[in-house]
């Protein structure tokens, strides 16, 4: 059974700073690239960062570029978002997944506050 953890969320004001961990399980997660995703209230679902299955290569949505740093480690089974400089419009569930995403491994995400 495939499963995707999502954890260290939380409330931080402007210009704070978070650390987001996603742990997979039940998947051959080496071969995966995969990738953060968010949904803010009233918003639909979209893509913030991707990094392939080596951790070889990065991939940022534009609202992120220079202050989020998207992290693997195979060894663990972990995808990891550093996340600098936070703004109100950072606010969200974050969730992980593959790149590009399976309907059906969604979890159940982690909120982030940014509060001004």
């Known amino acids: 059974q495939v499963e995707l953890v999502e954890s260290g969320g939380g409330q931080v004001q402007t210009g704070g700073s978070l650390r987001l961990s996603c742990t997979a399980s039940?998947?051959?997660?080496?071969?995966?690239?995969m990738g953060w995703f968010r949904q803010a209230p009233g918003k639909e679902r979209e893509f913030v960062a991707g990094i392939r299955h080596n951790g070889g290569s990065t991939t940022y949505a534009e609202p992120v570029k220079g202050r989020f740093t998207i992290s693997r480690d195979n060894g663990r089974n972990t995808v990891s978002l550093q996340m600098n400089n936070l703004k109100p419009d950072d606010t969200a569930v974050y969730f992980c997944?593959?790149?590009?995403?399976?309907?059906?491994?969604w979890g159940q995400g982690t909120q982030v506050t940014v509060s001004s």
């Open positions: 039940g998947l051959s997660f080496t071969m995966l690239n």
């Open positions: 997944n593959t790149n590009p995403p399976v309907v059906n491994m």
